[in-house]
T-cell receptor, first 115, second 115 residues
Framework: AQKVTQAQTEISVVEKEDVTLDCVYE???????LFWYKQPPSGELVFLIRRNSFDEQNEISGRYSWNFQKSTSSFNFTITASQVVDSAVYFC????????????FGKGTRLHILP | EPEVTQTPSHQVTQMGQEVILRCVPISNHLYFYWYRQILGQKVEFLVSFYNNEISEKSEIFDDQFSVERPDGSNFTLKIRSTKLEDSAMYFCASSEALAESYEQYFGPGTRLTVT
């Protein structure tokens, strides 16, 4: 069965520090997609990244980077030089490689960036 | 950029009342979804819909829930007789037909409050 575990419920860091959000997933499929979403206090889900299971290259987008390790079933997310605007709940999610398959979300990590 | 829209943004209803949440998916998308997020919890899959029928539904999606695509643009979620525990944020999502461009686009959500 599919499962996404975000062991960190809540993290607080001081602005400008780097922070890594952990994500571990379980799936039986060899083809699957991994996602990260940001949910600011306003409540909408902001798409950050999608990665398919065949692409293990790490990704960097500005201050954001993602580390995908199939060997440990992890898809961690790092924010470099954090800013107060990064404060939000971050969800890691998984979808199996079927066209219309549902997305399974982790419980989320609430990130507080302190000024 | 095309986006998924949802109305209303906030709905307050009394227990036992019927409520209809509306979504307008992106126009060329063929797969539609509803997700629910109880306050402070993770986002949970409710139902997926394709070709005018339900593809998959979760155990949450009981007989009180129904979905419909009444015309070429709207996708609705009806809760027949609301309960207090139906209070949540409801997200609609849609995706294209092509597997290689698979991505679910989420709407901004409708916050349902049952009193």
């Amino acid at each position: 069965a599919q499962k996404v575990t975000q062991a960190q419920t809540e993290i607080s860091v001081v602005e400008k520090e780097d922070v890594t959000l952990d994500c571990v997933y379980e799936t039986r499929d060899t083809t699957y997609y991994l996602f990260w979403y940001k949910q600011p206090p306003s409540g909408e889900l902001v798409f950050l990244i999608r990665r398919n299971s065949f692409d293990e290259q790490n990704e960097i987008s500005g201050r954001y980077s993602w580390n995908f390790q199939k060997s440990t079933s992890s898809f961690n997310f790092t924010i470099t030089a954090s800013q107060v605007v990064d404060s939000a709940v971050y969800f890691c999610a998984l979808s199996e490689g079927v066209r219309d398959d549902k997305i399974i979300f982790g419980k989320g990590t609430r990130l507080h960036i302190l000024p | 950029e095309p986006e998924v829209t949802q109305t209303p943004s906030h709905q307050v209803t009394q227990m036992g009342q019927e409520v209809i949440l509306r979504c307008v998916p992106i126009s060329n998308h063929l797969y539609f979804y509803w997700y629910r997020q109880i306050l402070g919890q993770k986002v949970e899959f409710l139902v997926s819909f394709y070709n005018n029928e339900i593809s998959e539904k979760s155990e949450i999606f009981d007989d009180q829930f129904s979905v419909e695509r009444p015309d070429g643009s709207n996708f609705t979620l009806k809760i027949r007789s609301t309960k207090l525990e139906d209070s949540a944020m409801y997200f609609c999502a849609s995706s294209e037909a092509l597997a290689e461009s698979y991505e679910q686009y989420f709407g901004p959500g409708t916050r349902l409050t049952v009193t």
